[in-house]
Structures are given as structure tokens and as C-alpha cells.
């Protein structure tokens, strides 16, 4: 029980996404709901949406996911798959991409993201602009949340996404 209270108090921020008429609404999502990717897909078919709804969590400093939830589709996007080693909602992302847990890292070279860099293309952030902003995460040591604030901008969210996680603009 302390391991999963661990993993929650992890949680740096989790927000729902949708379009509601053909605008964004932004909601924060409870930090209990990350336990694992089938908990949170659970959570985001609550909410409306143009396109399905999305989550956007960030953990640790570390690493984020998103996860997509359109009718019974769900489409997830980890950025580092050595977080499966320690963290079970990174565990259970590559368990739904079908993807085995990394060996033993032991360097950070050995980041690479796993899943669907096409997850936004049609509120247009291209899978090749994903990869590169997520390479540029490493490459310049961003943290996630400035990484997630970037793709939301991307996908017209930008104001909305750091109003409903506390960043201050760019």
C-alpha cells in the first residue's frame, strides 16, 4: 500500500483534455487515477469530446504519458521507457503497447519514448514533431511539464493546459 501511495505522490501534475465546441477544456484529473493505464482510460470515457479525450500526466520530474480514449480505441504515448523499471503507470503503458519491460538501464542514452507519436496528429502535432520534442527533452534536460506545456501549445491548448496545471507562460 505504501508503494502505490509512493507512486501517486509522484504524480507532478494530470490533466483530462477534450474538445467541447470546438473548444479545449482543460481538467485536472486525481492523482489516484494513475495507477495504470486501464485506470485512467476508466476516467477519460467520462468525459465529452470533438476526437475523444485525452490524459496528460506528468511523474516524477521524469518522464510523462498520454493516454488517448476515442470511442473503444485508447492510444498511449510513454516518453521513456526505462520508467517501467520503477514506475507501475509506465509499466502498464508498455504492457498495453504490447511491449516487454527494458533490461536493466544503466544509462540514460537508453531513453527512448514507446508508443504512438502520432497520438495529436489530427489536432496537429505530427509524430516526427513529437519525436523531436520529446529527443529535445533529453538532448536539453527539459522537464516533462515543459514538455507537455509545448505539445499543448501545438494542439491549441497552450494557455488552457498552464492555467489548469499552475505554469507560468513561456
Given at each position: 500500500?505504501?508503494?502505490?501511495?509512493?507512486?501517486?505522490?509522484?504524480?507532478?501534475?494530470?490533466?483530462?483534455?477534450?474538445r467541447e465546441d470546438g473548444a479545449w477544456v482543460v481538467r485536472e484529473l486525481a492523482h489516484d487515477l494513475l495507477t495504470d493505464v486501464?485506470?485512467?482510460?476508466?476516467?477519460?470515457?467520462?468525459?465529452?469530446?470533438?476526437?475523444?479525450?485525452?490524459?496528460?500526466?506528468?511523474?516524477?520530474?521524469?518522464?510523462?504519458?498520454?493516454?488517448?480514449?476515442?470511442?473503444?480505441?485508447?492510444?498511449?504515448?510513454?516518453?521513456?521507457?526505462?520508467?517501467?523499471?520503477?514506475?507501475?503507470?509506465?509499466?502498464?503503458?508498455?504492457?498495453?503497447?504490447?511491449?516487454?519491460?527494458?533490461?536493466?538501464?544503466?544509462?540514460?542514452?537508453?531513453?527512448?519514448?514507446?508508443?504512438?507519436?502520432?497520438?495529436?496528429?489530427?489536432?496537429?502535432?505530427?509524430?516526427?514533431?513529437?519525436?523531436?520534442?520529446?529527443?529535445?527533452?533529453?538532448?536539453?534536460?527539459?522537464?516533462?511539464?515543459?514538455?507537455?506545456?509545448?505539445?499543448?501549445?501545438?494542439?491549441?491548448?497552450?494557455?488552457?493546459?498552464?492555467?489548469?496545471?499552475?505554469?507560468?507562460?513561456?
Amino acid at each position: 500500500m505504501s508503494d502505490q501511495l509512493e507512486q501517486i505522490e509522484g504524480v507532478d501534475f494530470a490533466v483530462a483534455m477534450y474538445r467541447e465546441d470546438g473548444a479545449w477544456v482543460v481538467r485536472e484529473l486525481a492523482h489516484d487515477l494513475l495507477t495504470d493505464v486501464e485506470t485512467l482510460t476508466h476516467a477519460l470515457h467520462r468525459f465529452p469530446g470533438d476526437g475523444g479525450a485525452i490524459a496528460m500526466a506528468a511523474i516524477d520530474e521524469d518522464f510523462f504519458v498520454i493516454v488517448r480514449v476515442t470511442g473503444a480505441a485508447t492510444r498511449v504515448l510513454l516518453s521513456d521507457v526505462t520508467a517501467a523499471d520503477e514506475w507501475e503507470l509506465a509499466a502498464s503503458a508498455l504492457d498495453v503497447l504490447g511491449l516487454p519491460l527494458p533490461e536493466e538501464v544503466e544509462e540514460e542514452e537508453d531513453a527512448d519514448p514507446a508508443g504512438d507519436l502520432g497520438i495529436l496528429a489530427d489536432f496537429g502535432m505530427s509524430a516526427v514533431d513529437m519525436g523531436i520534442l520529446i529527443d529535445d527533452m533529453f538532448e536539453e534536460d527539459l522537464y516533462p511539464d515543459e514538455t507537455l506545456s509545448e505539445i499543448a501549445r501545438a494542439i491549441g491548448c497552450g494557455e488552457a493546459f498552464d492555467d489548469a496545471v499552475g505554469l507560468m507562460p513561456a
